[in-house]
């Protein structure tokens, strides 16, 4: 006999476990009682109100119970947000201690030619050829990187940035700007 499989469509069993639930069916049903409630006039009988109450408990059960498990999510996607972050901190320090490492064994093996009037070598596997930069380096002076105002403005940039501390500032203060007003306040959510 074929075994039969139930389509997504199909309603959830009343015994549906938590772990079945998204938050949006949970949402769906609070929105649901809150129709009926909205449709009973006058008063709830003994009955009806052991029956809401029954409904709203098993609710907030998996409620509880689905946010619990979104905010244990969290926490692990926090702590491994953390670890791949020290993760990659570690990585680029060592990248960077490779590069340096190059950098070192190049300028070594450059002034290995340089000292031995070398232009070229093939060995097994590699080609060297020493060879001058395509320009030379601007090398501009210490008190001028320091204080580039200094310079002739030809030589110099300015770069125009809004200076948000002062802005927030002056809005904080009562000032009305033309080119600047206070958006809406975001919210969070703290998980402790």
């Known amino acids: ?28 049903e609070f929105s649901a009682l809150e129709e009926l409630l909205q449709g009973i006039d006058g008063d709830v009988t003994p009955e009806q109100q052991a029956q809401l109450d ?25 702590a491994r947000r953390a670890a791949r972050k020290a993760e990659a901190e570690r990585f680029a320090k060592l990248a960077k201690f490779d590069e340096n490492k190059v950098k070192r064994l190049k300028w070594v093996l450059l002034n290995f030619f340089r000292l031995h009037n070398v232009e070229r070598v093939e060995t097994v596997r590699f080609r060297l050829r020493r060879a001058s930069n395509a320009s030379a380096p ?10 580039p105002e200094e310079l002739p403005e030809r030589f110099r940039t300015v770069e125009f940035v809004p200076n948000l501390k ?6 904080d203060d009562g000032e009305t700007l033309d080119f600047a007003s206070f958006g809406e306040k975001g ?5 402790e």
């Not at 959830?12 to 949402?27: E, F, N, Q, R, V």
């Not at 601007?138 to 204080?147: A, D, K, P, S, T």
């Open 187 to 191: 919210e969070n959510l703290r998980i």
């Open 166 to 171: 002062e802005i927030k500032k002056a809005l």
């Open 54 to 78: 029954e409904f709203l408990k098993g609710l907030e059960k998996d409620r509880d119970a689905k946010i619990d498990g979104y905010c244990g999510l969290i926490r692990d996607l926090e």
């Open 138 to 147: 601007v090398i501009v002076g210490e008190r001028f990187l320091n204080f």
């Open 1 to 28: 006999m074929a075994k039969q499989t139930k389509s997504k469509s199909e309603p959830a069993d009343a015994g549906t476990t938590t772990a079945a639930k998204t938050l949006y069916d949970i949402s769906r």
